[in-house]
């Protein structure tokens, strides 16, 4: 950790947190969107303080977590690895993942780094009756785009997405080129390796680090091409996580409360004025007065957060103008293949970078022309050698989910979670449309991996439960009309004034992209909002003086 983030962390002491009028904003969520904020509300020229969850375990509070986490946790422990022999580790880690962890132990990126997924006998949440729902979730500094095996792809979303012409999702409240800007702005902060596509359903992203198709990987394009004339596939976009939280601790004005479980939101009048949670350095409930709050928690706390918010004036909790709030839950319909081959086409071992994958956009394996204006899916193919220098093949599809009112989350305050907070109660499963998507991806994936010439060694036949993609989105929407959406165009809570929304939560249907690079772009969005509403208000208070 560098040293201006150490000092982030020791200007959120206990004492300075109880000094009124520290802060000029607070952020929730330390990761994509919340470090995002974080850096650009400081170097806006605001105090904040970030708020995040995570806090590993205490040797001394809490020995046999502790314990079970340096034991599955060896990157941090790389001093007592050698005398760790691994079957140990393993079989440390999934007695702990059986016992603590039965819901991120499903995810298929828990085993690089299981310490990071949350506990879920600590945070639980409960699903209806015959309706799975994976949560997957990870709290701490690194968020889900620090864990090892994260995707790391980003991709824009085009005007398919935001105003959408077939009616089966609402369009988005503004115009279809207005992410542009910030999109430009995010992309340059991540520094995208990629190419320029030119694709009208895949808007190009900026490029920092311009990619050349491998011989495999060009191969395979081709076998593609002469199977689907117009069907464009592109080389993945991706990029590592952005260094925002030590962007905004270089500023000076960041202060970091690690193991702070936010659990509500004051607003007085339809005004945000503060944030309350539960201290795990200290053991208290704690509060802070602030007029400008970004709460990017995820998509499923940031609205948990907001169910457990009330306007202390009007007596009703955040959101309650619509009956929106918690509706419109969506997650992308996942179908994944794995499959084998005599070898790679070019020999070369290219997943020793592991992010780099062949994208086909929006592609449809039933319609032989380009895919327009149809939905399809995202397609992401990783080819690589396998351990016996076999050529392995890993196709991966994402459908959209049609965002529909009754696939919602509810607060059970009957069950709590470790600090005593109400949990969620997920009610959500696929409709008619995506069930027969879910054929459509597996017919596709058969015929992908035998364009490859692979045979295929495991393939989801079973529907995979809404969650387990990872990328949930919804029930916080933005919209127009108050009645009907919780945040405003720009991402301010229509019920609180200086309340901004700016993870996955806020989008009204979720295209076949993957979700954060459009999280991460409506995050830059809001915060130039609210530093240009803050820049004006004080300067008429000042004519006014
Ligand atoms: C294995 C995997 C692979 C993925 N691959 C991709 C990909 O390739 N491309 C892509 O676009 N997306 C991908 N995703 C999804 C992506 O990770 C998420 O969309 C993104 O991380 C969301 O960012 P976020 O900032 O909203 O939330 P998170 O990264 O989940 O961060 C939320 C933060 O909020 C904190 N927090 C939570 N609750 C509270 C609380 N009550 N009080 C205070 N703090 C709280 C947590 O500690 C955490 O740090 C993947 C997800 C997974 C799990």
Redesign the pocket.
Known sequence: MDSELAQAIAAATSERLARPGQFDAVV???????GLAAERLTQGGLKVLL????LRPHILRTPVRWLASALINPPANSRILPYLPSRLLDKARMVNGRLRQPVQRL???WHGRPDAFVDDIECPYSVAEGRPFLW??????R???G?P??????FRFGPNDFAPIDGASPPWPFAPDELDLWYASVEDRLGISGSQDGLPWLPDSRIAHRLIPTATESEFIAKVRTRWPGVHPIIGRFAPPADTLEGAARTGRLSLRQG????GITVERSRATGVS?YDQISGRNQSVSVPLIFL????L?STR?LMLSRDAAKGRPIGAGSNALGCYLMDHVKVNVEAVGDALAGGEDIMTERWRCVYLPRFDAREAAAPGPARGYGVQVYQGRSQGNKALFIAVAFAEMTPRAENRVMLDRSRLDRWGIPTLHIDCSYGEKELARVQDQIAALRVLADVAGSSIVQLDEATTPPGGA??ECGTARMGHDPATSILDPYNQCWDAEGLYVT??ASFPSQGTQ????T?MALTARACAHALGTRASAVSSEMRTK
Request: aromatic letters at 8%; one cysteine or more; proline letters at 2%.
């Open positions: 929730i969520g330390a990761r994509a969107c919340g708020l995040d969850a995570g995810c298929y990126a997957f979730r990870v709290r701490g500094l968020g889900r785009v864990i095996s994260h995707g790391r792809l980003y702070a479980v936010v659990h949670w990017c928690a995820s998509a706390e957060i990872s990328h993870d996955s993957n979700p954060t690079l999280s």
